[in-house]
């Protein structure tokens, strides 16, 4: 079993940064491809950033490229989101994500179903 904890959402002005962290617990979590996703109200749950086991490889959704970094420190079993450049329209419950892999493809890990661990979820706000 694995336990993932948000923390870090909050209100924001645009343009503004926030910096989301996820931390795990488990001692295999270096073994294991996170990834975040968001909700926002009355849309689907969405994948923002994927990460593989290693940090090697990475992926992020058309919306938040060149804006959002995702990265991953093992030691700590700890995942971040560093959110730049907000936009109103990245208001939404971010969620993270684990699940075991030490193959990564981004197209398989872009899609939530491929997940078997949730955290419970931060709400980040951006106002215009």
């Known amino acids: 079993q694995v336990q993932l904890v948000e923390s870090g959402g909050g209100l924001v002005q645009a343009g503004g940064s926030l910096r989301l962290s996820c931390a795990a617990s488990?001692?295999?979590?270096?073994?294991?491809?996170m990834g975040w996703f968001r909700q926002a109200p009355g849309k689907e749950r969405d994948v923002v950033a994927t990460?593989?086991?290693?940090?090697?490889?990475?992926y992020y959704a058309d919306s938040v490229k060149g804006r959002f970094t995702i990265s991953r420190d093992n030691a700590k079993n700890t995942v971040f989101l560093q959110m730049n450049s907000l936009k109103p329209e990245d208001t939404a419950v971010y969620y993270c994500?684990?699940?075991?892999?030490?193959?990564?493809?981004?197209?398989?890990?872009?899609?939530?179903?491929?997940?078997?661990?949730w955290g419970q979820g931060t709400q980040v706000t951006v106002s215009s």
């Open positions: 994500a684990a699940t075991p892999g030490t193959y990564y493809s981004a197209l398989y890990y872009a899609k939530g179903s491929k997940y078997d661990y």
């Open positions: 488990g001692r295999t979590f270096g073994s294991y491809a």
């Open positions: 990460i593989s086991w290693s940090g090697g490889s990475t």
